[in-house]
């Protein structure tokens, strides 16, 4: 006998739980395997701007593969947590800042280094270039348990900015100065006589207006994004004290269990756009100066001579920190001598 929809028996607890689970997985495999990237910064920085560039790349390229979903504002995690983030599976990929990184590759400090302080791009891409490079990076895939999907996205020098003028590196003692994070920017600050205070990027307006800081080190285009001469940032000194650069990292987990097609259409993709990067990097810097300098902020550039005294200044406190960095002193040397080979 054919039993009518109001004959038939209720599904027990059982039989509809185990439907549902069905039901769950087979939607979770349509919509391809998890890809979740975090950056940090704010929609109109260059970097979210680039990051979402790939994450609607590789959603194009890879269809229903991948169920790719790209937050940036710290929506998910501050750029300190991403990597704790991937290793407990709720997080796929992100671009910390260099900086986020040397606790735990402690080589990748060196680009902090009193070495690097005032020297042009050029000095950090030939490094980065070179076989030194390569084991950095080799060095950073370790420690983190992540993979470095291709070339480091460039920000930019950073420089130091104000509430009060500056016409020197003088100028920064007794300052109460923001940093991201990295013990080489608290000890260079610190050799100027500064504060170095370490606060999250989406707490630092708060704490500018509360007047716990006195300023901050960062680029021209983070500074302009967040339009933060209305809190009062008013004066800039231009020294370059360190080129920044974000790193790409993929969990292992999830590189690992990609196809080699997938994988390579990541590595493509994000290069893509990390080439794409240098030149947008160069032009948003010159664009957020010319900001700056339209809404007041008084730019101070400081000369060459100026320049070399700062850095002869931190040169003595660099032994001290590579030793307190963990930093191989045999790779200070190479870059040195790298560095000296390019004069």
């Given at each position: 006998?054919?039993?009518?929809?109001?004959?038939?028996?209720?599904?027990?607890?059982?039989?509809?739980?185990?439907?549902?689970?069905?039901?769950?997985?087979?939607?979770?495999?349509?919509?391809?395997?998890p890809?979740?990237?975090?950056?940090?910064n704010?929609?109109?920085h260059?970097?979210?701007?680039?990051?979402?560039?790939?994450?609607?790349?590789?959603?194009?390229?890879a269809?229903?593969?991948?169920?790719?979903?790209f937050?940036?504002?710290?929506?998910?995690?501050?750029?300190?947590?991403?990597?704790?983030?991937?290793?407990?599976?709720?997080?796929?990929?992100?671009?910390?800042?260099?900086?986020?990184?040397?606790?735990?590759?402690?080589?990748?400090?060196?680009?902090?280094?009193?070495?690097?302080?005032?020297?042009?791009?050029?000095?950090?891409?030939?490094?980065?270039?070179?076989?030194?490079?390569?084991?950095?990076?080799?060095?950073?895939?370790?420690?983190?348990d992540?993979?470095?999907?291709?070339?480091?996205?460039?920000?930019?020098?950073?420089?130091?900015?104000?509430r009060?003028?500056?016409?020197s590196?003088?100028?920064?003692?007794?300052?109460?100065?923001?940093?991201?994070?990295?013990?080489?920017?608290?000890?260079?600050?610190?050799?100027?006589?500064?504060?170095?205070?370490?606060?999250?990027?989406?707490?630092?307006?708060?704490?500018?207006?509360?007047?716990?800081?006195?300023?901050?080190?960062?680029?021209?285009?983070?500074?302009?994004?967040?339009?933060?001469?209305?809190?009062?940032?008013?004066?800039?000194?231009?020294?370059r004290?360190y080129?920044?650069?974000?790193?790409?990292?993929?969990?292992s987990?999830?590189?690992?269990?990609?196809?080699?097609?997938?994988?390579?259409?990541?590595?493509?993709?994000?290069?893509e756009?990390?080439?794409?990067?240098?030149?947008?990097?160069?032009?948003?810097?010159?664009?957020?100066?010319?900001?700056?300098?339209?809404?007041?902020?008084?730019?101070?550039?400081?000369?060459?001579?100026?320049?070399?005294?700062?850095?002869?200044?931190?040169?003595g406190?660099?032994?001290?920190?590579?030793?307190?960095?963990?930093?191989?002193?045999?790779?200070?040397?190479?870059?040195?001598?790298?560095?000296?080979?390019?004069?």
């Amino acid at each position: 006998m054919l039993l009518t929809r109001a004959d038939r028996p209720p599904l027990s607890r059982k039989a509809l739980t185990f439907l549902i689970a069905i039901v769950a997985a087979s939607s979770a495999a349509d919509a391809g395997t998890p890809f979740r990237i975090s950056t940090e910064n704010t929609p109109q920085h260059p970097q979210t701007v680039l990051v979402g560039r790939f994450a609607d790349t590789v959603k194009r390229r890879a269809g229903d593969r991948l169920d790719v979903r790209f937050s940036h504002s710290s929506a998910m995690f501050r750029d300190r947590d991403v990597v704790d983030a991937m290793r407990r599976g709720q997080l796929e990929m992100a671009v910390p800042g260099s900086w986020q990184l040397e606790r735990l590759a402690p080589d990748l400090g060196v680009f902090l280094l009193p070495i690097f302080y005032g020297r042009s791009a050029s000095a950090t891409h030939a490094i980065m270039a070179s076989e030194i490079g390569a084991e950095i990076s080799d060095q950073l895939s370790s420690a983190t348990d992540a993979h470095v999907l291709g070339s480091w996205l460039d920000l930019g020098h950073t420089h130091i900015y104000a509430r009060v003028p500056l016409a020197s590196h003088a100028s920064l003692r007794g300052l109460r100065l923001r940093v991201a994070g990295g013990e080489a920017n608290v000890a260079r600050l610190e050799a100027f006589g500064a504060r170095a205070v370490v606060i999250p990027w989406p707490d630092f307006p708060q704490a500018l207006a509360e007047g716990a800081v006195d300023g901050v080190l960062s680029s021209h285009v983070t500074i302009a994004s967040a339009e933060l001469w209305k809190q009062g940032l008013r004066f800039a000194y231009e020294d370059r004290q360190y080129f920044a650069q974000y790193v790409p990292l993929v969990a292992s987990r999830v590189w690992r269990s990609l196809p080699p097609d997938l994988q390579g259409l990541l590595a493509q993709s994000w290069n893509e756009i990390a080439a794409e990067g240098a030149a947008l990097a160069r032009r948003s810097q010159d664009e957020a100066r010319r900001v700056l300098v339209e809404a007041g902020v008084r730019i101070v550039e400081p000369r060459d001579k100026d320049i070399a005294e700062a850095r002869r200044i931190l040169m003595g406190v660099q032994p001290a920190l590579v030793a307190r960095l963990g930093v191989s002193p045999t790779l200070v040397e190479r870059i040195e001598d790298e560095l000296e080979s390019r004069r």
